[in-house]
């Protein structure tokens, strides 16, 4: 087998920017054949973008997909390459695209189409039946494969029995915490059971509410990493293939668990907030922990110079949160307004007097603060084009501990995903990295509080986080009963009082904005219960 110099160029697509993608693949194969490629690889649909969701059912869409598919074939002169796209046809397909000497040569249809978590595959692609073929490029038989075939063993194993000497595979993998290992663990298997190398390459970047991650792989015939691409970001990475296996090249250092959350937090609110047109984003400052992790989130994913702040404290603010408010600003590196919200307060409470009439104040005049405060950033992002970043956390969103119309407001929930146990982890690793109280430690020691009475605590409704959490990570995550999460020690009572809470709350997080995953379930594409439901948990 010759050697082989094959670049696996991950690349952060743009859904619905066909002109745009196929320049940026144009980009990426220039680099390749610069660096000696023989042949580049490209992402699952890098064409269109991933997901396209019901874009893919509009006819002219697709056919425009097909288009430029051969438009960025014609460039291929100079060296091969694999590009993802959806092939029109009596059917649809997922599809790759074989390209040289300038045009389109072959072509590979996905076997396997997830249907699963947040796939949705089945809705818009036909399988292929079909065996892969295999691909003569530069002297060596190559095989290709899409992201789902390689997580069954039959794909490969029926290119390596056509003859193939390397396999590629072509993804479009979304993140979620403890990911990589699981790819890893999975290709190494691969690869050694079929004795081939296998070159893996994996999408970049943020569309909706998921995350794309890269760390693109390259494995010998016996199952050794030979080659591991940049997390979250793009990257060509290049590496020599010959007889048995790949040629040790560069291997990128992964980064530590609660780093990796972090970095997926702040490419997903970057992509989220660029891609659909914003350039700043305005964040609601309570001087909490939620809107202060959110706020260094989006320091880093927008540049501090993009992020503006607003703190709208009432009667029941304390001091210190916006004196921590305040501190936060100073240390990311951003402004703040101040915007009291007492005269809005008292004339709500003026002209709900005669309705309220003999009735005790309660959670209603408590959640009208919160829905001032909607009001206020909702109106300030109007007159500037800022986007509007929520703070609510997965553990709020889970037990209907936010206000509909009030902090839920907003264009992308940062944090949604985000346990409020792991939120003071980000926080804590954050300063630990930085070399610095980037998040002041008055924020990390005081009691949770959403400030809406006089000595409010998290706790007068919620249990402690260290025990909540767990029991809404197994029944939201898991799927796990409440006689299931009994059965692991929680209380029974409790495990029911929080499963009810989870259930009831569903209508608001339907009209939530999205969050970013980085779970293996998050709330919405993952997870869709029905919002009328009486099944008990």
């Known amino acids: 087998m010759p050697r082989l110099r094959v670049g696996a160029a991950q690349i952060n697509a743009v859904v619905g920017d066909l002109d745009g993608n196929a320049e940026r693949a144009a980009a990426a194969y220039e680099a390749a054949v610069r660096a000696g490629c023989d042949l580049v690889v490209f992402p699952e649909l890098m064409v269109t973008g991933y997901p396209p969701e019901d874009l893919l059912l509009k006819p002219t869409f697709v056919a425009a997909a097909a288009e430029t598919v051969a438009k ?150 016996r199952g050794n990493l030979v080659a591991r691409g940049k997390q979250f970001a793009e990257d060509l990475l290049v590496v020599d293939i010959e007889a048995g296996g790949g040629i040790p090249g560069r291997i990128e250092p992964t980064l530590e668990p609660t780093h990796e959350m972090y970095e997926a937090l702040v490419l997903g609110t970057r992509d989220y907030v660029r891609k659909n047109g914003f350039t700043d984003a305005l964040i609601s400052l309570s001087g909490g922990i939620d809107s202060s992790l959110v706020a260094a989130i989006a320091a880093d994913a927008l540049g501090a110079e993009h992020v503006h ?69 909702m109106t300030i ?73 006089p000595d409010q605590k998290d706790t007068d409704s919620l249990p402690e986080y260290d025990v909540l959490d767990p029991i809404i990570e197994g029944y939201v995550e898991s799927d796990q009963s409440v006689a299931e999460l009994a059965a692991r020690g929680f209380d029974e009572e409790l495990a029911r009082r929080v499963a009810r809470m989870v259930d009831r709350n569903e209508y608001k997080r339907r009209q939530s904005p999205p969050g970013v995953r980085i779970s293996r379930k998050a709330f919405g594409k993952d997870r869709r219960p029905p919002i009328t439901n009486r099944w008990p948990g």
């Open 381 to 453: 992002s109007n007159k500037f084009n800022w986007m509007v970043l929520s703070c609510g956390n997965k553990s709020e969103m889970a037990t209907g501990y936010a206000t509909l119309y009030g902090d839920m407001a907003g264009g992308l929930a940062v944090i949604k995903d985000v346990p409020k146990t792991l939120v003071y982890r980000l926080c804590r690793d954050l300063n630990a990295r930085k070399g610095t109280d980037v998040i002041p430690q008055t924020v990390l020691d005081k009691a949770p509080s959403a400030e809406l009475r």
């Open 309 to 377: 702040g607003v703190m709208l404290p009432s009667r029941y603010s304390s001091e210190g949160s916006v004196a921590d408010a305040r501190a936060l600003t100073e240390r990311l590196g951003f402004t703040a307004y101040l915007v009291p919200i007492e005269p809005a307060q008292a004339a709500f409470e003026a002209m709900l007097g005669p309705v309220f009439e003999g009735r005790a104040p309660d959670v209603a005049e408590e959640n009208a603060q919160a829905r001032i405060r909607g009001n206020v950033v």
């Open 72 to 221: 960025f074939a014609a460039r291929t002169r100079e060296c091969a390459a694999v590009i993802g796209f959806a092939e029109p046809g009596d059917f649809l397909y997922n599809s790759a695209a074989v390209c040289a000497g300038g045009e389109v040569v072959g072509v590979y249809r996905k076997q396997l189409l997830p249907n699963y978590s947040v796939f949705d595959e089945k809705r818009y692609f036909a399988p292929s039946a079909a065996p892969g073929e295999v691909f003569e490029i530069a002297g060596v038989s190559v095989g290709v494969s899409i992201c789902e075939d390689a997580w069954s063993p039959e794909p490969i194993l029926g290119l390596v029995a056509h003859g193939a000497e390397l396999v590629v595979n072509i993804n479009a993998s979304p993140y979620y915490a403890g990911r990589l290992p699981e790819r890893e663990a999975m290709l190494a298997g691969r690869a050694a059971e079929a004795g081939v190398p296998i070159v893996y390459v994996n999408l970049v970047g943020g569309q909706d509410e998921l995350v794309f991650d890269g760390a693109s792989l390259v494995y010998d015939a």
